[in-house]
């Protein structure tokens, strides 16, 4: 089993939906990562937090480190938020351990 | 600043074969990462380096693998002897803090062994 795992795998949505990604770490961590990936292959660094919320435009992160869990909530979804998104989790030996990724499409 | 640079961006070359990959971190950066990203395994980290130093190289995947930081402004990532399986994406990314450091990264570079 993954240290980090995301849900869902892939996901298809319209255009201006609601969207969450999320993700559930099984060890102990400093911070954690959002990363989006964008069908050209570039990596931008969404967020790094390790407690509470952080938004930037329609892109909110949340994290519960309680809950061992995160989630990535992107608001009036766009077509061009079609990307694949990593989830990074810096474990206490200061070791970044990613998730799969949840690939997203939404259609226009 | 321009972001973090790599290059090559593509190589193709031939099994057995020496391999250098180079990144140039951003500016006032202190740490540099490595990471490798297939189809199979996803994205993993290789090596890491603070302030030149490298602090957990753990993620090589065997002595055919080093990587190098003479100076805050230039790594390299080297495979020798090379092998179809090292076929991968290869990440540099650079911060400022681990643990606050928002990560940079670079365009990658798209190694194919033949």
């Known amino acids: 089993k993954n240290e980090v795992e995301q849900s869902p795998q892939n996901l298809t949505a319209q255009e201006g939906e609601f969207i969450t990604i999320n993700c559930s770490y099984s060890v102990g961590i400093s911070a954690l990562h959002w990363l989006q990936q964008h069908p050209g292959g570039g990596i931008v660094s969404l967020f790094m937090l390790s407690s509470g919320k952080k938004k930037h435009g329609r892109l909110i992160a949340t994290i519960n480190i309680q809950e061992k869990h995160s989630s990535l909530h992107i608001t009036a979804s766009h077509p061009r938020d079609s990307a694949v998104y990593i989830c990074a989790a810096l474990n206490r030996d200061d070791k970044i351990i990613f998730g799969k990724g949840t690939r997203l499409h939404i259609l226009p | 600043d321009a972001g973090v640079i790599q290059s090559p961006r593509h190589e193709v070359t031939e099994m057995g074969q020496e391999v250098t990959l180079r990144c140039k971190p951003i500016?006032?950066?202190?740490?540099l990462f490595w990471y490798r990203q297939t189809m199979m395994r996803g994205l993993e980290l290789l090596i890491y380096f603070n302030n030149n130093v490298p602090i957990d190289d753990s993620g090589m995947p065997e002595d055919r693998f080093s990587a190098k930081m003479p100076n805050a402004s230039f790594s390299t990532l080297k495979i020798q002897p090379s092998e179809p399986r090292d076929s991968a994406v290869y990440f540099c990314a650079s911060s400022f803090g681990l643990y606050t450091g928002e990560l940079f990264f670079g365009e990658g570079s798209r190694l194919t062994v033949l």
């Open positions: 500016s006032g950066h202190d740490y």
